[in-house]
């Protein structure tokens, strides 16, 4: 049997959007600690440039690496296209690119998948480029979608209005046949039942929280990662870059029914 | 008569929203040359804390003053709201929040006024607290609308799904009556046609680029500014904090019939 190690894991995002992740990994993974920082001071990312996305993604990383973490997942699409590395000072950092591309080709029968990501993510094409790599004859159709984050920060999902531009954004990708959907920023699966109405049954939708945990679990199993059997209640702690009491709010919502055992302000 | 500054009047918001300052007062000041610097790597402000907020601002307000501009307008409601101060080193700086309260108070009749903005400006109280300090017997409704950003940006404007929204903002501003609505962002002026479909033609709209050239044409007259009487064409050029080809072409649409001369990424 591998040593345990107790040492959090680390997940970061520029806002709330990555608590989608974080509950996933919490719910697949109750013994692990967890170290959320949200980089709320400089969200959104999604409208940045790509140098300074990956400027503000390793200062995250260097970040989270100083509060002692044993892995590092980057919870959010648009800092992941700037981060194709798999390691940083030895330990392992996960990317929601590869494990969404690679469950989409899982899922999709027919080789034609949608992507929904903000406008960095969209114009990266890291979605494109990582299912074609794996299968040159995917095809691909892709969407940027700037109103979700606003929209799912809000707290309109299951809204009218959100069904409505939902349909807007979609219409294309269901013109195009797609048979499955990734849910490219962590932001969206907050907004999944609208988008679920306007896909119906027959599209499967594939958010990052679900294939990265498939990712860590293999890890774990592999002996990349060694869980935390110390016995203790495990804790999760949040960091932000700014105060907020909106996101505190947010965050309580969307975590649910994982509860959070900490909130802090933090500078870089 | 007195003398001629050529010097450029800078002008700062987070993003695109304070092109519709600059438009507004490139059009009133022909003569004039104007430096405008848009913080597009930290954009929003809108979402963003106080203490967060003031610093950069503050930040910005000493980048310009670097460039030696003669005047800087605040042309961002949310920035607006933590920079009270009218002067920094000798330079004349306006902000948004008086001269929209003092104008939104000549147009109402019933004085009944309603205030739209970001979640930090309407958090901020600060129109209402001007307003009342102008007029104790006014009466100030106020809305939060953290959709209308987006939605500038998206170019979605004179859209169904963004009368939609506006619709659903301001139906509880309608139902108190308000005879004036205070535009309190930048970017809304955008969403204008959306925004007078909804409130029709009884409602006065009260633009912070209006607002403020009053201010500043005042300030000429009365010798705190001196004007550009050097004959030489006039020069606006933009710099911004991030690269975004969104931007530009965002930018020429807001600013159209006015011609920018030149974009730059800078570095606070």
Wanted: proline share 5%.
């Amino acid at each position: 049997m591998s040593a345990s190690d107790s040492r959090p894991i680390g997940v970061f995002d520029s806002g709330i959007g990555g608590l989608t992740v974080l509950k996933e990994l919490a719910l697949q993974f109750p013994e692990e600690n967890f170290l959320y920082l949200g980089d709320t001071a400089r969200l959104p990312y999604g409208s940045k440039s790509p140098q300074t996305i990956r400027k503000y993604s390793e200062q995250n990383i260097q970040f989270l690496e100083k509060q002692n973490v044993k892995a590092i997942v980057i919870a959010c699409n648009t800092a992941s296209t700037q981060v194709p590395e798999h390691e940083f000072a030895g330990l392992p950092i996960y990317n929601v690119i590869d494990p969404g591309a690679q469950r989409a080709l899982e899922l999709s029968a027919e080789r034609r998948i949608g992507v929904l990501g903000t406008r960095a993510t969209i114009n990266s094409q890291a979605y494109t480029a990582k299912i074609k790599e794996l299968d040159p004859k995917a095809e691909v159709f892709d969407q940027a979608c700037p109103l979700f984050v606003p929209l799912a920060e809000e707290g309109w999902d299951s809204d009218p209005v959100t069904n409505l531009i939902v349909y807007r954004y979609l219409t294309p990708l269901l013109q195009n046949h797609v048979d499955t959907l990734i849910l490219g920023c962590t932001h969206y699966p907050i907004l999944k039942n609208s988008v679920a109405r306007v896909t119906g049954s027959s599209i499967e939708l594939v958010d990052s929280g679900e294939a990265i945990a498939k990712w860590l679990d293999k890890d774990f199993k592999q002996g990349r990662l060694h869980k935390n059997t110390s016995g203790e209640t495990r804790q999760i702690q949040i960091l932000t870059t700014d105060h907020s009491a909106h996101f505190t709010e947010v965050a309580h919502r969307i975590l649910k029914p994982v509860k959070a055992d900490g909130f802090k302000v933090v500078d870089l």
